[in-house]
């Protein structure tokens, strides 16, 4: 079956950074979508990986690793807007999206 | 980024009625949109993809006849929700795929909230 895992909740401190892991067993793969989600709204788009390495983009870093089936998202000098939900979300050989249940991230003063 | 809208964003009806959700790709040529519910405090669940000109393909455990999808257009999909009943009260999100290469790209309208009374 096809599957992806990432930690359920995580709590990190203002200004530090944090990692979000995701793995991944899905049959083909066409690429990784990490996307944000406040509460009550649309997720939004993050980042996209298709190749092995870090892509960055602002605060945010997002790395795969296709032979481990691992990405991670990276989040750096953390605000309190960073609360919300992470969810990683990989596209397979038919192009549905499979998704994580997402990580909630807490964010404390 | 490119732009996904949805319309309504809420509605609510009376059970039994029809209600339609459009969800439309503003610059940019979709052949596949997907459409996901979401029960509050959980994820995303992926019901059917959508793709142009074709019959939607409906994850299992989702009634075709229930949750109709029409993929008339390459800038257009819709949902409707036949015979609502109060259990299909939900937010209910679409998102247009753009193939670009490596740049394949996914992006989410910005829901519609559906309450069944």
């Known amino acids: 079956g096809q599957n992806i895992d990432q930690p359920t909740e995580m709590t990190a401190t203002e200004g530090a950074i944090v990692q979000i892991n995701c793995t991944y067993q899905?049959?083909?793969?066409?690429?990784l979508f990490w996307y944000q989600q406040h509460a009550g709204e649309a997720p939004t788009f993050l980042s996209y990986?298709?190749l092995d390495g870090l892509e960055e983009k602002g605060r945010f870093s997002s790395f795969l690793s296709r032979s481990k089936g691992y990405s991670y998202l990276l989040l750096k000098e953390l605000q309190m807007k960073d609360s919300a939900s992470y969810l990683c979300?990989?596209?397979?050989?038919?192009?549905?999206?499979?998704w994580g249940a997402g990580t909630k991230l807490i964010i404390k003063p | 980024g490119a732009v996904v809208s949805q319309h309504p964003s809420w509605v609510i009806c009376k059970s039994g009625t029809s209600v339609k959700i459009e969800c439309r790709s503003l610059?940019?040529?979709?052949?596949?949109m997907f459409w996901y519910r979401q029960f509050p405090k959980q994820s995303l669940m992926l019901m059917a993809t959508?793709?142009?000109?074709?019959?939607?393909?409906?994850e299992q455990g989702v009634e075709k006849d229930k949750f109709l999808i029409n993929h008339a257009s390459l800038t257009l999909s819709t949902l409707t929700v036949t015979s609502a009943h109060p259990e299909d009260s939900s937010f209910y999100i679409c998102?247009?795929?753009?193939?670009?290469?490596?740049?394949?790209?996914?992006?989410f309208g910005p829901g519609t909230r559906l309450t069944v009374l």
């Open positions: 959508s793709n142009e000109g074709s019959k939607a393909t409906y």
């Open positions: 990986n298709v």
């Open positions: 998102s247009a795929l753009r193939l670009a290469g490596e740049l394949n790209e996914q992006f």
């Open positions: 610059d940019f040529q979709a052949t596949t």
């Open positions: 899905t049959s083909g793969f066409n690429g």
């Open positions: 979300a990989v596209l397979d050989s038919n192009y549905q999206l499979i």
